[in-house]
């Protein structure tokens, strides 16, 4: 598959898209959406592959939408951005929370608008000490997106969602790791090797637990306690079901790690 503006790399049951537009601190283009959902629809479909990294090439994560497509003179035909939205950036997102297996993303710098919230939108998000996350849309006059409204208030609350949205101010890696916005920042020279290695050893954990553990976990948003104890049993029964259930208990019991297939 040739790709222009992201790298796909699969081994070891890891698959790694790293956003490359370095030159444009990896801001989202059409072109670039359509490969990243070719690429999603490759990860999905290849059995080998138990856990995704997602990164920036360069020095930013990535600056939200390339805002050269979005021009505006009087002579240019008006961009309606609900269907950017619509076509791109909400099957995106919608794609990575379905991935059954764990979605790793490595900040490698700045993140800003919808790059800030496809990160925010990974399952475990660790960012290099460096970088930043910015809500840059008020600056444009425009509103988070790209599930930005969804997932603030649920990470830091309403004030402080309410705030980086209103204010528009770069918050650090420390900060964000602080207020429990991303899972932890690390020394930049340690993101890259760090990153890999959680994403490794999140491939060889149970698969089939750990995409149950995702599907419960962002249920729990919108469910009372009542519907969230029936969900939990639903995919209990499922997980009991795996292989890898089996092999775990054996190897607890025979004292030895358990050696998982994903299965
Ligand atoms: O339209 C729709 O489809 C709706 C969806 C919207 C989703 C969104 O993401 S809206 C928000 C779009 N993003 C932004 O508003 C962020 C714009 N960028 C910035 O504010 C700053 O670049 C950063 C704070 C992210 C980083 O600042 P800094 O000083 O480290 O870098 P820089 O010098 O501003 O940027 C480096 C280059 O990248 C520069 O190009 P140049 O001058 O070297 O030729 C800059 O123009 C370019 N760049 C940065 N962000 C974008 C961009 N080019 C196009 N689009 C960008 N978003």
């Not at 898209?17 to 690429?39: D, I, S």
């Not at 207020?179 to 020279?189: F, M, N």
């Not at 292989?243 to 004292?255: P, Q």
């Amino acid at each position: 598959m040739k790709l222009n503006t992201i790298l796909l790399d699969i081994a070891e049951g890891v698959a790694t898209v790293t956003l490359n537009r370095p030159e444009r601190l990896n801001a989202f283009t059409g072109e670039m959406h359509a490969e990243l959902r070719q690429a999603l629809a490759m990860i999905a479909a290849d059995a080998s592959v138990r856990a995704l990294l997602i990164t920036g090439a360069g020095r930013g994560f990535s600056a939200g939408q390339d805002l050269s497509e979005r021009m505006m003179s009087p002579a240019a035909a008006k961009v309606d951005v609900g269907d950017s939205l619509d076509k791109n950036y909400n099957p995106l997102l919608k794609r990575l929370r379905a991935l059954p297996m764990p979605v790793v993303c490595a900040v490698n710098g700045v993140a800003a608008g919808a790059g800030c919230n496809l990160a925010l939108a990974c399952d475990i998000v660790i960012a290099a000490r460096s970088a930043s996350f910015l809500q840059a849309f008020a600056r444009i006059g425009l509103i988070p997106d790209a599930g930005g409204t969804y997932t603030l208030p649920r990470l830091i609350g309403t004030a402080r969602a309410m705030a980086a949205a209103m204010l528009a101010e770069q918050i650090s890696a420390e900060r964000a790791e602080q207020w429990g916005l991303i899972w932890k920042c690390v020394d930049d020279d340690k993101l890259s090797d760090e990153a890999r290695a959680l994403t490794r050893r999140l491939a060889t954990q149970a698969t089939k637990a750990l995409g149950l553990m995702k599907r419960a976990i962002y249920a729990s948003a919108a469910n009372t306690f009542e519907r969230q104890l029936d969900l939990e049993r639903d995919l209990q029964r499922e997980a009991a079901n795996s292989e890898d259930f089996r092999e775990g208990v054996t190897a607890f019991k025979e004292k030895r790690p358990a050696t998982f297939t994903g299965r």
